[in-house]
């Protein structure tokens, strides 16, 4: 490697975990004339902890990255497929999900074992105090913060790495048993002060780790913070004996006091992830590698893949023959995105596990199938793929039916109203509009959409007062020109289609007076601006106009306008209404602490910026038919400092459910411009399952859902009633029709006039599929061409 990366003779790792470990012996196989040095501060083969969990994904990265490394791992791995769930006394099995299991202590003999035969030199019971030190030791050309969790480097170079910590809600801790289990099981029991987890599975062919997990207010009302290591395990013993078979629970951290070995997870993550450091007159790079840069939660088991990839990718870098900048700017700016993913679904997953009593309402069935999809990246399809009988047995119980249904095609009532599937086309503004009324454009475009499957269509946000519109191109619901023309889309909805329609009503507020999207969203008008009205005199953004804050008798004249607005849309025929308070727009501004600054009841507390929203919700519940759905938008989390976040949107849901709401359309953001949402795949979907599970009203997902894949797996889990679909809708207005053909379902209702085509769609639909599996499966060509 000298020959490939100029000026690299000497690395250096500081810390002798997974990570040190096997960048060592990759580095040392690919050049051995580099000298390799790992210091660690334990003894020779001393090591802490139980078994570690790989998938088979992770050995086959293993085995392209070093042969003969994977081969001697992978004949002391126990292999298992299955998952067990035991839950209220019955259990649930799925299988086909290939894990494999391996002492802790065994994993690091093996590397450290290969290490030696390589030619890494391994320096033991030596304690990196000073790195800097130590790189001038040695002479390094590049050193390897691979010290772990508590890593010193990390520390000490805190403000260049700016890490940040977060510390879990719930206590753990790691012990060992004889008892040996077949599958990786999860065992859940209740306590008169709440739920305790056990995480276990075997490693070896007599032993398996037995993790025991509980929230910190369950694990002190229980007092095992003041317990002693053996009357706490004794506890455990007792509470989960059923699954122990006779078995005791080991503990390996016998060395700690009290309750120093129940911990709450850390959740770490680094900006950065190099630095450079003075030795010898040099600038040498310092660089942090596995649980020194990031940790994973260990409920998705990735912190030791982590590690390993990371040592893997690493030394490919340095394989290209690079310069060190290059190298080291690289593996930062990839590895960064790759963990960002993990560490999505470690949260997701930490927090199913953090809230186990918000899925406890729910049967095993659903129970064990939320928990097999916690991270997001398990899909229905995925589990179908790994057990289709499991999986058709649960779409039976789940739809009712002998032969079953995809989820996102069951049927939902709601009060009156009966929809066929549980898809809707999101509110989407077109900016067609003329002076409040819509043209033939929207006719068309929600008329295309009734026609495309989808359970319901909803209109743009409407707005009750010419001045409420957000652009000039919005539609309004304030005279009889509008009523007319949206009981013109109505009638053809209903007429030529089995879908709903829906009527969104909102107030832009302070985000009004603006251009259309395609001229500069939420931009002021060049010219010709209207006044605006919000719950304070506080502009969306310098750009904007300063809006005047709304007196009382603004308000009652609003709510008025409202409900003027609600008896309109009934008259048309509309199936739904939904309020919209979610955005930054009027409603939103006074549910959101960043934009009311109220001092009167209407401010203050949540309860006091509830106050207005509420009004007007119930009194336009109570003009709009009883027998007619209503749902609430709300933006369950500001993004923003200081802000609303997902609590707070529990306590809204609470109170427009007792006021009479029937569904939350969960989505997040855009209430002011310094957010910073967490973007991702279906990303607003936890806060819908947490108001859906703690509140117990319906939801609406909505937000980056893009595949009937997801909105299966969202129905399915629990997490929400409905999936809205906004852009993939845009692309293609038969969206549900054509995703249900893909995955070859025959429950989807479609239009009289397109039945003539769909079975030749169908066909060539499973054709495609058929040739692109064959493609897949071929021999590749891995010879380059002259």
Not at 169 to 180: A, D, P, Y
Not at 194 to 210: E, I, L, M, P
């Amino acid at each position: 490697m000298n020959s490939l990366t100029p000026n690299l003779r000497r690395v250096l790792c500081i810390g002798g975990g997974p990570a040190g470990l096997y960048f060592a012996l990759l580095m040392k196989s690919r050049q051995p004339t580099l000298e390799v040095t790992v210091i660690e501060r334990n003894r020779p083969f001393d090591t802490f902890g139980w078994g570690v969990v790989l998938s088979d994904q992770t050995l086959a990265n293993l085995a392209a990255a070093d042969a003969p490394t994977a081969a001697l791992i992978g004949r002391e791995f126990h292999h298992w497929d299955d998952i067990q769930v035991f839950f209220k006394g019955r259990q649930v099995r799925s299988g086909g999900h290939g894990f494999c299991g391996i002492g802790r202590k065994r994993l690091l003999n093996i590397l450290q074992e290969r290490c030696l035969e390589l030619g890494v030199k391994l320096v033991f019971e030596t304690d990196a105090t000073d790195d800097q030190a130590l790189a001038a030791q040695y002479d390094a050309d590049l050193v390897i913060a691979s010290d772990g969790l508590n890593s010193r480097i990390r520390t000490r170079y805190a403000e260049v790495f700016e890490p940040d910590i977060d510390l879990r809600r719930c206590r753990f801790v790691w012990l060992g048993t004889h008892q040996t289990f077949d599958a990786f099981t999860f065992a859940f029991e209740e306590t008169e002060h709440g739920w305790f987890q056990a995480h276990a599975y075997q490693f070896d062919d007599k032993t398996s780790t037995f993790i025991v997990e509980t929230p910190e207010e369950v694990w002190q009302a229980h007092g095992l913070d003041k317990m002693e290591q053996p009357e706490a395990i004794a506890f455990c013993e007792k509470l989960f004996g059923k699954y122990l078979g006779g078995h005791s629970l080991i503990s390996n951290a016998t060395h700690l006091r009290g309750s120093a070995n129940w911990i709450r997870f850390p959740r770490v993550v680094c900006a950065h992830w190099t630095h450079r450091v003075p030795v010898n007159g040099r600038q040498v790079p310092v660089v942090l590698m596995g649980d020194a840069a990031h940790t994973a939660h260990f409920s998705i088991g990735s912190g030791t893949k982590l590690a390993l990839e990371d040592a893997i990718d690493l030394a490919n870098e340095f394989s290209t023959g690079a310069g060190t900048d290059q190298v080291l700017e690289a593996y930062e700016a990839r590895r960064s995105v790759e963990v960002l993913k993990i560490q999505n679904a470690a949260r997701n997953s930490t927090e199913w596990f953090e809230n186990v009593p918000r899925y406890t309402g729910m049967q095993i069935e659903q129970f064990a199938y939320s928990l097999l999809t916690r991270s997001q990246r398990i899909s229905h399809e995925n589990l179908r793929l790994r057990d289709t009988d499991w999986l058709g047995g649960y779409e039976r119980w789940l739809s009712g039916t002998e032969r079953g249904r995809m989820p996102m095609l069951m049927p939902l009532q709601v009060r009156g109203l009966t929809l066929k599937n549980r898809i809707v086309v999101s509110p989407m503004a077109t900016y067609s509009a003329v002076d409040g009324v819509p043209q033939d454009f929207l006719l068309v475009h929600l008329g295309a959409r009734a026609l495309g499957g989808a359970a319901m269509v909803m209109v743009e946000m409407t707005s009750p007062t010419p001045e409420g519109r957000i652009t000039r191109g919005c539609t309004g619901l304030y005279n009889d020109a509008q009523s007319a023309a949206f009981k013109r889309i109505v009638d053809f909805v209903h007429g030529q289609s089995s879908a709903a329609i829906g009527m969104q009503l909102g107030h832009s507020g302070p985000k009004g007076s603006t251009q259309v999207g395609w001229e500069g969203t939420d931009e002021p008008l060049p010219a010709g601006n209207w006044p605006l009205l919000a719950a304070s005199a506080l502009a969306y953004g310098e750009q904007n106009q300063l809006p005047a804050a709304m007196t009382r008798a603004d308000m009652d004249l609003m709510r008025d306008q409202f409900v003027a607005s609600t008896v309109r849309a009934a008259e048309a025929g509309f199936d739904w209404l939904e309020l919209h308070c979610a955005h930054g727009y009027l409603l939103s501004a006074f549910l959101s602490p960043l934009t009311n600054l109220r001092t009167d009841a209407c401010g203050g507390d949540l309860a006091g910026r509830l106050r207005y929203p509420l009004e007007v919700f119930r009194a336009m519940r109570a003009a709009w038919p009883a027998e007619r759905p209503m749902s609430v938008r709300i933006s369950a989390h500001d993004w923003a400092p200081g802000g609303n976040t997902d609590a707070e949107a529990v306590a809204m849901a609470r109170a427009f459910k007792e006021a009479g709401c029937d569904f939350i359309d969960v989505s997040s953001g855009q209430t002011t411009r310094g957010a910073k949402p967490v973007y991702g795949r279906m990303y607003q979907t936890p806060f819908a399952d947490r108001i859906r599970n703690e509140v117990g009203i319906s939801t609406i997902a909505v937000g980056a859902i893009t595949e009937a894949d997801q909105a299966n797996s969202i129905i399915a889990a629990g997490r929400a009633d409905l999936c809205a679909i906004a852009r993939p809708h845009l692309a293609d207005p038969a969206w549900t029709l054509h995703e249900a053909a893909k995955l070859q379902s025959r429950d989807v209702d479609w239009p009289r006039q397109y039945l003539s085509g769909r079975d030749q769609m169908y066909r060539e639909i499973a054709k495609q599929q058929q040739m692109a599996a064959a493609l897949a499966a071929a021999p590749k060509n891995t010879e380059e061409e002259g």
